[in-house]
């Protein structure tokens, strides 16, 4: 019988019968302490997008930038 472990294939006679208790802890906790790790990065990543969009949405919308994109536009349009 043979055990396949990342692409590599191990006997299981001798001394592998006795490594096979450990390699099977091994796959079975490979990954197991990191369960949800992903889905709280992009918890995070969606709160940061948001607040940084809550931020742009307040500069863009008060009254010096409105003024300011105003005078622009003013002078852009009445060049001569």
């Known amino acids: 019988m043979n055990v396949v472990i990342k692409s590599a294939v191990v006997a299981a006679s001798g001394a592998t019968r006795r490594l096979r208790p450990v390699l099977r802890r091994r796959i ?3 990954g197991g302490s990191d369960a949800g790790m992903t889905t709280a990065e992009y918890a ?4 940061g997008a948001c607040a ?3 931020a742009l949405y307040k500069v863009a919308t008060s009254t ?3 003024e300011a994109l105003a ?10």
């Open 44 to 47: 995070v990543g969606t709160l």
């Open 64 to 66: 010096a930038v409105f």
């Open 28 to 30: 079975r906790t490979r």
């Open 71 to 80: 005078g622009a536009l003013d002078r852009a349009l009445h060049v001569a």
């Open 52 to 54: 940084l969009g809550a």
